[in-house]
């Protein structure tokens, strides 16, 4: 059997820098490729070792664990225990998902469970595993899983980040109340150009039940023109004349565009634990839906965040 030492340094040298580069990704540091290279490089040429029949002993667990301090030294430098700790255990998490999903990912492909059987060997009463990774499978594999765990760890920022800023949103209209989750957005500046009123944006399903259904229906299409004719000629829209404003603002492609809104008796937004009022508002329709996975129903203007009048708890 052939063993090719260059093929096999090579490919410990690119999973070895995957999972470095994944655990400072995770960790927040960015280290120098000089360093994920050097680590990877040591890490690699430990592999190598096995090679060597007289280097036998250096695959004791206690060589294996000095090896991961180094390689993490390397990389990432020492700056206080608690750190170098923390860079170890997600260097070792990172290399066990790593590790599965290579091992999964190759007895998902097994077409028959001959394969599965062929890969079994029976020494002494106990049963082990023999698998036949090729260099192009474990490269290819593991890039696979390493875009799939960043994907799922930013995804997962992304949604801890966005509930951070989810707050309980009560709407006081005309005698009733709408409960809703809404999005606090830093981002939204939209006011009323007229009176400066801050405006936030509600989806019309939200109101659907208060408004008429052809007006509901109008503000789904997103024509303004049908829009203002309801509002305008319709009778059962006489009772809102002294709520609705027409709020101009500039929509994504920078054209001038039109929100109808109304004004309520009340907002009141609660969000970690405090709650707050504001009656200087407008809610602006949104004909869509605002948030893809529903999260969320209206986005919060960040100037509602300021008049605190309880704390809940």
């Known amino acids: 059997m052939a063993i090719y030492a260059d093929i096999i340094f090579l490919r410990e040298l690119l999973v ?6 994944l655990t400072g990704w995770v960790r ?19 592999t190598l070792a096995m090679l060597i029949p007289s280097l036998a002993d250096m695959y004791h667990f206690f060589i294996k664990l000095f090896i991961s301090f180094l390689m993490i030294y390397i990389s990432f430098g020492y700056y206080s225990l608690q750190t170098y700790l923390k860079d170890l255990v997600s260097f070792y998490l990172i ?27 029976f020494i002494g009463g ?13 490269i290819v594999c593991s890039l696979i899983i390493f875009y799939l765990w960043m994907h799922f760890v ?7 980040l966005m509930e951070q800023h989810l707050a309980e949103v009560e709407l006081h209209l005309a005698g009733q109340v709408v409960h809703c989750q809404g999005l606090i957005d830093t981002g939204n500046q939209l006011y009323d150009p007229l009176t400066k009123t801050p405006v936030m944006i509600v989806e019309v399903k ?41 709020v ?10 039109f929100m109808l809104a109304l004004r309520p008796d009340l907002v009141r937004v609660k969000h970690n634990d405090t709650v707050y009022d504001a009656v200087k508002v407008l809610i602006g329709f949104d004909g ?26």
């Not at 927040?28 to 490729?33: A, Q």
């Not at 994920?36 to 040429?45: D, F, I, V, Y």
């Not at 599965?100 to 599965?116: C, K």
């Open 206 to 246: 939200q109101l659907a039940h208060m408004l008429p259904s052809v007006l509901v229906e109008q503000l789904k299409q997103g024509n303004m023109n049908d829009v203002l004719t309801t509002i305008t000629d319709h009778a059962e829209m006489e009772s809102w004349q002294d709520r609705i404003r027409i």
């Open 95 to 121: 290399s066990f998902v790593l590790a599965g999903g290579l091992m999964g990912i190759y007895y998902m492909l097994m077409s028959s469970s001959q394969q599965v059987w062929a890969d079994l060997i």
């Open 126 to 138: 106990e049963v082990t595993t023999k698998l036949q990774m090729g260099t192009f499978y474990v």
């Open 154 to 160: 930013r995804s997962k920022r992304k949604q801890q």
């Open 28 to 46: 927040g540091m960015r280290p120098k490729p000089w360093r994920l290279l050097l680590a990877s490089a040591l890490g690699a040429m430990y």
């Open 288 to 313: 869509g839906q605002l948030s893809a996975d529903g999260s969320y129903q209206a986005i919060v203007h960040p100037s509602l965040m300021i008049n605190q009048t309880s704390s809940v708890g």
């Open 16 to 21: 070895d820098g995957i999972i470095l580069f």
């Open 248 to 257: 101009p603002y500039r929509g994504v492609n920078r054209n001038a565009q």
